[in-house]
């Protein structure tokens, strides 16, 4: 009998049926200190969109935040957890907690170990730091990181940071017995399909939650289905839900667009035209907002200004002063914002700003 951590199952469910997880930003001061009322105004602006989930201390929250001139892991990570507990409370509604973990072995050991004690659920593992390590080494990491919470798989595009992983490596990832889900997010259709792919063949297709990350895809990840030939069956795999900076932003269209692939999931419907014409106006946007003509240099600036702009960040400061929009991406943010309002949730925040700020 397997002694490592499972999730509830209510937990699990809940991330098998597909949930949208932003990638929680991090709220600071223009002298770039965290700004508490802030950051705990976004986790509420989240729950109360309809978030079924949260990721912290992720690339959008800045991986700088484990530095120690800056000391912020801890208390971002906590206030996060508390909004949440609080929300369950007031709502009776579990918010799945999702905690980035970073570095060699014994620094995500320590990171997965300090979410546990939160109260976090799964631990979301980048795997950027052993650039050079080969499969058997990677999955010893990983299988480390599993003795203390529950695995949520995560392939990072190597432009901001990830590393190219094999299938073999997703196909031994699978195996291991609590990894729950897989945030998928190569940008990359090959390597997104090695993912799948691995899945399909692991035997594990109904207890791995399929989560898309590529945020330039978002729309078409959610409507397709992958369907495989693995031990002699064919399979048919989904991904379900999203985890990703770009609903970091305009949460509640994005809890709505779920909600409607999932009830043309379940009817057999056809795809309407509207919905793949939206899909590509959402890449547009996602382009302005994470700076894909620049390499995504500016894509937690481009976050943090959309929420600036709707008034749940008071700053789109980072922790590095160079880190901001690059030349000509707050023209392409205004651009997206003007001609796609469908895709904003500005009205839902107005409403209800004053109340989550309080």
Request: glycine share 6%; aromatic share 6%.
């Amino acid at each position: 009998m397997s002694t490592l951590p499972t999730l509830s199952d209510s937990v699990h469910k809940q991330l098998l049926r597909g949930v949208v997880i932003p990638a929680h930003p991090l709220a600071l001061t223009a002298q770039r200190t965290l700004d508490e009322r802030h950051q705990r105004a976004l986790t509420r602006y989240y729950c109360a969109a309809g978030a079924g989930g949260l990721a912290v201390g992720v690339h959008t929250t800045q991986f700088e935040i484990r530095e120690p001139q800056f000391g912020l892991l801890e208390p971002v990570l906590r206030l996060a957890a508390e909004e949440a507990r609080a929300f369950r409370q007031a709502t009776g509604k579990e918010i799945v907690l999702v905690a980035g973990a970073v570095g060699e072995t014994p620094q995500a050991i320590r990171e997965a170990e300090l979410a546990a004690e939160l109260g976090y659920h799964a631990v979301l593992l980048s795997l950027a730091a052993l650039r050079d390590a080969d499969d058997d080494a990677l999955l010893a990491h990983c299988r480390a990181v599993a003795r203390v919470l529950p695995l949520f798989g995560f392939y990072l595009q190597p432009a901001v940071g990830g590393r190219v992983l094999s299938y073999n490596f997703w196909r031994r990832f699978a195996e291991i017995e609590n990894v729950v889900a897989i945030k998928i997010a190569p940008f990359n259709r090959y390597q997104t399909i090695d993912v799948l792919r691995a899945v399909a063949e692991s035997g594990r297709a109904q207890e791995i939650a399929l989560y898309t990350g590529n945020d330039d895809h978002i729309l078409l990840d959610l409507l397709t289905p992958f369907v495989f030939s693995a031990r002699g069956q064919r399979v048919v795999l989904r991904i379900v839900g999203g985890l990703l900076g770009q609903w970091a932003v305009w949460t509640r269209r994005a809890v709505e667009l779920l909600e409607r692939v999932r009830k043309l999931r379940e009817s057999g419907e056809a795809i309407p035209q509207d919905l793949l014409v939206t899909a590509n106006q959402l890449t547009d946007a996602n382009a302005a907002i994470f700076d894909a003509a620049n390499g995504f240099r500016g894509c937690i600036a481009g976050i943090n200004e959309v929420l600036r702009r709707q008034g749940l960040l008071a700053s789109r400061a980072c922790l590095r002063p160079e880190e901001d929009l690059s030349p000509g991406q707050e023209a392409e943010i205004a651009r997206v914002c003007r001609d796609y309002p469908h895709l904003t949730d500005d009205d839902f925040v107005a409403l209800h700003l004053d109340e989550w700020l309080s």
